[in-house]
């Protein structure tokens, strides 16, 4: 069974402070796509990575995928009250053949921009 | 935002009886599947589907099934609902590989807030 390891679980922050968050795992993915879910809804894509290395930058957030692809770190600069919101890693499992399978997700992340 | 209707949104109901949830979607996606989602365990697979008639059994599939008779359609049913199946249910849809790579892009509904009382 593969694990994702999501930390911190929580964070508190004031507005226009620079936060990381860490998805940790000892198993190699093939991708990994990071969501952001607000209370009463479901999670929203915000970006895939596929190479390791890479690095993604949606705004003041920076995404980058670890080069063994076994990790991932989400970075916001400046965080803004609007950023709040459960912060979610899942990666998708590195098997031979077709398909989709279902994603491993990392437990998530809860984070509080105060203003 | 995705194609992506859960029905019903909320559904109360009691210890023992069958509940089915529904995911219907208007992309055309191949691949569908259903999650749960409970604190302290995020998001759990239950079952996915790759094709019509086509299903197979996620993390967590003990005491549920699936069924998918229309490429749109990937229903969810508890046959004997207990309570530690209260939980919010997410349907979940993606179009499988992208340039020969397992992508792994999936695009959630709203849920399902279940409670089996």
């Known amino acids: 069974t593969q694990l994702l390891e999501q930390s911190p679980q929580f964070l508190s922050i004031q507005e226009g402070e620079n936060l990381t968050v860490y998805c940790n795992s000892s198993?190699?993915?093939?991708?990994l796509q990071w969501y952001r879910q607000e209370p009463g809804e479901g999670p929203v894509l915000l970006v895939t990575?596929?190479?390791?290395?890479e690095v993604k930058k949606l705004k003041r957030l920076t995404f980058q995928f670890g080069d063994a692809r076994k990790d991932s770190s989400l970075h916001i600069t400046a965080a803004q009250p609007g950023d709040t919101g459960l912060y979610l890693c899942?990666?998708?499992?590195?098997?031979?053949?077709?398909?989709?399978?279902?994603?491993?997700f990392g437990k998530g992340t809860h984070l509080i921009i105060q203003p | 935002d995705a194609g992506i209707t859960q029905s019903p949104r909320h559904k109360v109901t009691e210890t023992g009886t069958p509940v089915t949830l529904r995911c219907h979607q208007t992309?055309?996606?191949?691949?569908m599947y259903w999650y749960r989602q409970d604190p302290g365990h995020g998001l759990r697979l239950i079952h996915y589907?790759?094709?019509?008639?086509?299903?197979d059994k996620g993390e967590v599939s003990d005491g549920y099934s699936v069924s998918r008779s229309k490429t749109e359609d990937f229903l969810l049913t508890l046959e004997s609902a207990t309570s530690s199946q209260t939980s919010v249910y997410f349907c979940?849809?993606?179009?499988?590989?992208?340039?020969?790579?397992?992508?792994?892009?999936?695009?959630f509904g709203p849920g399902t807030r279940l409670t089996v009382t």
């Open positions: 589907s790759y094709g019509v008639k086509d299903t």
């Open positions: 198993s190699v993915f093939s991708s």
């Open positions: 990575v596929v190479t390791g290395g």
């Open positions: 979940a849809i993606s179009a499988g590989r992208i340039s020969g790579l397992r992508s792994g892009e999936q695009y």
């Open positions: 899942a990666g998708s499992a590195m098997y031979s053949g077709g398909g989709a399978d279902g994603l491993t």
């Open positions: 992309e055309n996606h191949r691949y």
